[in-house]
């Protein structure tokens, strides 16, 4: 049985990943806020160090897979808030924990982004690139420009800066190439205490009015097997993957932008990663091709 660090295990869907986790033999460190091993606030500096700190001792050196569901949904005024958990409460934990996970030889890592990522609009580029950048002070002044959208922007623009991170690290020799799978899922309207706040607020009109084809929002039961999915040696063959489920609502809205062919302005990336094969990830043996 392996030992899971799951953030974010007090409420909705992290508690319903470590529930099932736990109901399948498995040792679970929670993280969260209130009603965990480690209580932890993930919104300042010092509360992610003493939850790293915490989490090391009680891993005891192995990490056998990470869950990172703790986060803060739209709140105005909260923009700060909002991007600390969701960016850095991801990002500054994983980097810390890596040894751990490297040490269980096949870990898997699975990062919660949101289809907000690609059904938000009026989300500034540079703020997503200073967020992934690590600039933190300079993204939020800049989204707090966005006025009455500043909060739904910065709740995408902190999912598409982590997307974007993983995605980045997940494909590269510290994460797959130490047999780390790091991958993202991307849930729609689940129905979690984080939803149901947001169906209440002055916001809730406009939540309603995303069209979910299925005609239903999710359970955080269906999103645990998803992770749980994610967790398992299926995932062996998955690293830097956003998997989405969210009722169809992003086929809806993009059904043409992805797939879609490499565009001619990353040819030369692609060229790059033709010549760095051997290091970035080349498989050894085609012969039983
Ligand atoms: P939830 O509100 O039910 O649970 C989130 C957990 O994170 C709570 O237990 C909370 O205490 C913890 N948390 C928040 N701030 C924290 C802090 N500063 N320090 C430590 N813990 C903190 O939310 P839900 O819906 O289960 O969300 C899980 C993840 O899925 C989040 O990252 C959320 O952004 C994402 N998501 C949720 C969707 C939904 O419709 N519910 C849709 C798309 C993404």
């Known amino acids: 049985m392996g030992k899971y660090v799951v953030t974010g295990s007090a ?3 992290g508690h319903a990943a470590a529930e099932r986790l736990r109901a399948d033999g498995h040792e679970v460190i929670g993280v969260d806020q209130r009603d965990a091993d480690v209580v932890a606030d993930l919104s ?20 056998d897979g990470a869950v990172f569901a703790a986060g803060v949904g ?15 409460g991801v990002t500054e934990l994983l980097m810390a924990l890596q040894p751990e996970l490297a040490a269980a030889g096949n870990a898997k890592v699975v990062v919660f982004g949101s289809n907000s990522t690609t059904s938000t609009p009026f989300v500034p580029r540079r703020a997503i690139r200073m967020l992934t950048a690590g600039d933190t002070e300079g993204a939020v002044k800049l989204l707090r420009r966005r006025g009455p959208l500043a909060a739904p922007a910065s709740y995408a623009a902190s ?36 939803l149901r706040d947001q169906l209440a607020s002055s916001s809730g009109k406009h939540v309603r009015s995303y069209p979910v084809p299925v005609r239903e929002y999710g359970t955080p039961e269906q999103l645990a097997e998803w992770v749980m999915m994610m967790l398992s040696p299926a995932a062996d063959f998955m690293a830097g993957s956003v998997i989405t489920v969210d009722g169809g609502t992003e086929a ?38």
């Open 11 to 13: 409420s909705g869907m």
């Open 44 to 63: 300042t500096k010092s509360g992610r160090s003493d939850a790293v700190r915490a989490v090391m001792k009680l891993a005891d050196g192995v990490l």
């Open 74 to 88: 739209a709140h105005a005024g909260k923009e700060r808030l909002t991007v600390e958990v969701n960016v850095l």
């Open 159 to 194: 999912k598409l800066a982590v997307s974007r991170w993983v995605r980045a690290k997940a494909v590269t020799q510290q994460w797959a190439g130490s047999g780390i799978r790091v991958n993202l899922l991307a849930p729609g309207p689940v129905l979690t205490p984080l």
């Open 252 to 289: 809806l809205l993009r059904p043409n932008d992805w797939p879609s062919p490499l565009p001619v302005r990353r040819v030369p990336r692609m060229l790059a990663a033709l010549r760095n094969a051997p290091r970035s990830g080349q498989v050894a043996d085609y012969s039983d091709v």
